[in-house]
């Protein structure tokens, strides 16, 4: 009980302040239906892999994909207890070519409540309709090309500079570039 109290957390404590409030607060300008009901639950993804077996030369990797409620207090969010594996995929290279295959279900899910699921609500004693939304993913850069299908090598590699990047290619590397850097 005490922790579907910590659920509503960011409804009741509005901080001023911060990149993820600014998006916060964008979304509640934008979906002010969501916003109405502080049972709705934010959601937050995050997916990168990793090579399990560390000091072997084996090709495989392991990429977990795991969701986490982002209502609660900032100490709470990504503690253990609410992080959710919704999706483990295993295999010699990394998921780029069939990502989308792993995350079909996910998707399904998140469409499903993003229009609404019936639950009870253990605060107020009654039955609702709880809706949840994913806010963000948390990854690191090379994720997020999978994720997002976004090339994120080249010149055009950062979704927000996008053609403003100050990005730039050595023709030739040797000596008489490298005296042009320098």
């Known amino acids: 009980?005490?922790?579907?109290?910590?659920?509503?957390?960011?409804?009741?404590n509005k901080s001023t302040s911060g990149v993820?409030?600014?998006?916060?607060?964008?979304?509640?300008?934008?979906?002010?239906?969501f916003v109405a009901d502080p049972c709705n639950v934010r959601l937050g993804l995050c997916f990168d892999g990793f090579n399990p077996f560390t000091q072997s030369t084996i090709?495989?990797?392991?990429?977990?994909?795991?969701?986490?409620?982002?209502?609660?207090?900032?100490?709470?969010?990504?503690?253990?207890?609410?992080?959710?594996?919704s999706c483990l995929i295993l295999g010699p290279h990394n998921p780029k070519v069939g990502i989308d295959v792993y995350l079909e279900p996910l998707v399904d899910d998140l469409k499903k409540l993003w229009t609404g699921v019936e639950t009870y609500d253990i605060v107020r004693k009654k039955n609702c309709i709880m809706r949840a939304s994913l806010m963000w993913t948390i990854n690191a850069f090379p994720a997020y090309g999978m994720l997002s299908g976004w090339g994120t090598q080249g010149k055009l590699a950062c979704p927000h500079c996008m053609e403003h990047s100050k990005s730039f290619y050595i023709r030739k590397w040797g000596c008489k570039t490298q005296e042009k850097l320098e």
């Open 1 to 12: 009980m005490e922790i579907v109290g910590h659920m509503s957390w960011h409804h009741e």
């Open 59 to 85: 090709p495989y990797s392991c990429w977990p994909i795991i969701v986490t409620p982002c209502n609660l207090p900032p100490e709470m969010c990504m503690t253990m207890p609410f992080m959710f594996l």
């Open 20 to 33: 993820l409030r600014e998006a916060w607060k964008h979304f509640d300008r934008v979906h002010l239906d």
